[in-house]
């Protein structure tokens, strides 16, 4: 009677597994045309254009140098959308931190503390 038992395990989970199967199958004959559309309008050029631009804004950080305390006297050379380096910034409320900076800002606090 045990083996009867084992059988009829095996039985039910190959069915239960034949009918998963059928089901991933029968999900992906009814997707598959939205999908191949998909692929196509992306590669597109023009959508390629919006999606590499997107990409290119995405990896963008901003300069967060606090220009008016960190060097006063250029203030005005900030590129605020792209930073490059990482520095100290001194906050009373949150202590030391390490911000995002811009190539320009990074080089005016550098002189700024040299020649201090």
């Known amino acids: 009677m045990s083996e009867d038992k084992d059988?009829?395990?095996?039985?039910?989970?190959?069915?239960?597994?034949?009918?998963l199967g059928q089901a991933i199958t029968d999900v992906m004959?009814?997707?598959?045309?939205?999908?191949?559309?998909?692929?196509?309008?992306a590669s597109r050029p023009e959508v390629r254009a919006v999606i590499d631009r997107a990409e290119k804004l995405a990896a963008r950080r901003p300069c967060l140098c606090f220009c008016p305390r960190a060097h006063p006297a250029d203030h005005a050379i900030c590129e605020p959308f792209?930073?490059?380096?990482?520095?100290?910034?001194?906050?009373?409320?949150?202590?030391?931190?390490?911000?995002?900076?811009?190539?320009?800002?990074?080089?005016a606090r550098a002189a700024r503390k040299f020649a201090a």
Request: proline share 6%; glycine share 6%.
């Open 29 to 41: 004959v009814r997707v598959r045309p939205a999908i191949d559309a998909l692929a196509e309008v």
């Open 82 to 107: 792209d930073a490059v380096v990482t520095g100290q910034l001194s906050s009373e409320l949150l202590g030391d931190l390490d911000v995002p900076l811009c190539a320009p800002c990074a080089a």
């Open 7 to 19: 059988t009829d395990l095996a039985d039910t989970l190959a069915e239960v597994g034949r009918r």
